[in-house]
Nanobody
Framework: QVQLVESGGGLVQAGGSLRLSCAAS????????MGWFRQAPGKEREFVAAISWSGGSTYYADSVKGRFTISRDNAKNTMYLQMNSLKPEDTAVYYC?????????????????WGQGTQVTVSS
């Protein structure tokens, strides 16, 4: 089992950058596929990005491709989401999640463990 805690959210102007972190408890972090999801007000939670257990494979939603970068440091039990060129439509609560798929996955049902979320607000 793994517990996840997100941090790094905040208020930023359009065009700015933020880096989110997801700290995991437990000694098995390096065995999990990890993902980022987000939920905007009045909308369903959606996939943002995912990364394999080794970090060697990544997968992005089309809406963030080229602007966001997912990475992980297994020695620190931490995953990151570097967000550049932020847009107002990126405003949402961002969640990290851990799953046991062999390759990065975009379906929420592939992730068994979830953090509580961190708010990202992008002003225009």
């Amino acid at each position: 089992q793994v517990q996840l805690v997100e941090s790094g959210g905040g208020l930023v102007q359009a065009g700015g950058s933020l880096r989110l972190s997801c700290a995991a408890s437990g000694r098995t972090f390096g065995t999990y596929t990890m993902g980022w999801f987000r939920q905007a007000p009045g909308k369903e939670r959606e996939f943002v990005a995912a990364i394999s257990w080794s970090g060697g494979s990544t997968y992005y939603a089309d809406s963030v491709k080229g602007r966001f970068t997912i990475s992980r440091d297994n020695a620190k039990n931490t995953m990151y989401l570097q967000m550049n060129s932020l847009k107002p439509e990126d405003t949402a609560v961002y969640y990290c999640a851990a799953g046991s798929t062999r390759i990065p996955a975009r379906r929420q049902r592939d992730y068994a463990y979830w953090g509580q979320g961190t708010q990202v607000t992008v002003s225009s």
